[in-house]
C-alpha cells in the first residue's frame, strides 16, 4: 500500500469539492482547479476529509497511480486555498521587468525587450526591478511558467548574469587567466 497515497487530505476552510463522473472539481478563493480521476483509483469525501483507494484489479499501475492521484488531489486543494508561488531574480547590469497588465515585459540584454503574455490563473509581481514572483492555484503551471521565464535567459557560469531561481546556487567558473606564463 502507498504511504502517500492511505493519507487523508485535510479540507481546507471555504473550499468546495465536488466529484462527478470521474472528473473531481475544487473550489475555494484562490480560484477553481479541476481533474480527471484514473479508473483504477476511486476518491470519496467523507467528515470534511478526501480518502483515496485503489482497485488492483482494474489496472497494473494501480499503485502508482494511487499515490500520484493523491499528491495531485492534495496540490488541487492546497493550491485554491494557499496558492502556490515561485521566486525568480534577475541578476545583470540593465536587466529588468515591468508589468503591463497580463504582459511581462523583461530587459535581458538583447537588442529587443523579451515580452511574455501570463497564461490566465498565473499573476506576476515585479518588485525592485530585478525580483520576480509569481503565484497561482495550480503548482504544475506555476512551475511551467517560472521555467519558461528563466528559459528566456539562462544564467551564466562566469559572470552569474540572468534569470534565476531566488533559492538557486549558480556554480562559478574561473575565468581565462590573461597573460600567464
Known amino acids: 500500500m502507498s ?3 492511505k493519507a487523508p487530505i485535510r479540507i481546507a476552510q471555504g473550499v468546495k469539492v465536488e466529484i462527478k463522473d470521474s472528473v473531481l472539481k475544487v473550489e475555494g478563493p484562490k480560484g477553481k482547479l479541476s481533474g480527471t480521476i484514473p479508473h ?4 470519496k469525501v467523507d467528515n470534511g476529509q478526501i480518502l483515496v483507494t485503489r482497485d488492483e484489479s482494474k489496472a497494473d499501475n494501480a499503485a502508482a497511480l494511487h499515490g500520484l ?3 495531485l488531489i492534495h496540490n488541487m486543494v492546497h493550491g485554491v486555498s494557499v496558492g502556490f ?3 525568480l531574480d534577475i541578476v545583470g547590469v540593465g536587466y529588468r521587468a515591468a508589468t503591463k497588465g497580463n ?3 523583461m530587459t535581458l540584454g538583447y ?14 509581481k515585479v518588485e525592485n526591478n530585478t525580483h520576480l514572483v509569481i503565484s497561482g492555484a495550480d503548482k504544475i503551471q506555476v512551475g511551467m511558467v517560472a521555467a519558461k521565464i528563466r528559459s528566456f535567459k539562462e544564467p551564466e557560469p562566469y559572470q552569474g548574469k540572468g534569470v534565476k531561481y531566488s533559492n538557486e546556487q549558480i556554480i562559478r567558473k574561473q575565468g581565462k587567466a590573461a597573460g600567464a606564463k
Open 3 to 5: 504511504r502517500v497515497g
Open 40 to 43: 483504477s483509483v476511486s476518491v
Open 69 to 71: 492521484t493523491r499528491s
Open 85 to 87: 508561488t515561485k521566486e
Open 103 to 105: 504582459t511581462l515585459s
Open 111 to 124: 537588442s529587443h525587450p523579451v515580452d511574455f503574455e501570463l497564461p490566465a490563473g498565473v499573476t506576476a
